[in-house]
Structure formats: C-alpha cells, structure tokens
Nanobody, 120 residues
C-alpha cells in the first residue's frame, strides 16, 4: 500500500516561514513528478509547485521567489520551503506524487493534507 506522509504545517505570522515535507512509502515505482497543491476554503485546488525527476521546477506565479521545492529521489521525499508567507497562502496543502509507466500510464497519489495558516 502506498502512503504519502506529510508534515510541517501549522500557524505562522505574516512574513514567517514554514517547511513542508512529504515522504512516499510502500510499493511505489516510476515516480515522475512530485509536487504540492493547496486548497483554500471556497476555492479550487491549485498547483503550488512541482518538480520532475530531473529537477525541473514549476511554480505558481503567486509563490515565485518565496517558495522553493526540492526532492530526494533515493528517499522518495519532496520538500516545500515557504518563506515570506502571506495571509493569502492560508490553505490545506496536499502532497502529490505522479507515477508514469507503460501499464497504467499516469497515476496520481495524494497525501492527506496539512493545514497552513498565516495570521497575526
């Protein structure tokens, strides 16, 4: 059974920092992209940042220059370093791992979500 275990959410003041971590365990192979999405109340889930197996990154415009995504392929972990946080960054953050293979094609795994609240 595949599990994505997230950690690092919490409450932080505007301008502060948080570090989200996600570790994939179980029989998971052919990992392609790892990333983070977020969903605020009343809004659709949106991509925050993603990183491919070769290290190419993609960020939402709203977080460019403030967030940094990284991964460890051997450990099957992905980390999102969030700096200069703003109240509008408040949301539930979800880890995403996409596998790609010749049998199933692309398949997405999701974490359970971790709350990030930016408030004074």
């Amino acid at each position: 059974q595949v599990q994505l275990v997230e950690s690092g959410g919490g409450l932080v003041q505007p301008g502060g920092s948080l570090r989200l971590s996600c570790a994939a365990s179980g029989r998971i192979f052919s990992i392609n992209t790892m990333g983070w999405y977020r969903q605020a109340p009343g809004k659709q889930r949106e991509l925050v940042a993603a990183i491919t197996s070769t290290g190419s990154t993609n960020y939402a415009d709203s977080v460019k220059g403030r967030f940094t995504i990284s991964r460890d392929n051997a450990k099957k972990t992905v980390v999102l370093q969030m700096n200069t946080l703003k109240p509008e960054d408040t949301a539930v953050y979800y880890c995403n791992v996409r596998t790609v293979d010749v049998v199933r094609g692309a398949y997405d795994y999701w974490g359970q979500g971790t709350q990030v609240t930016v408030s004074s």
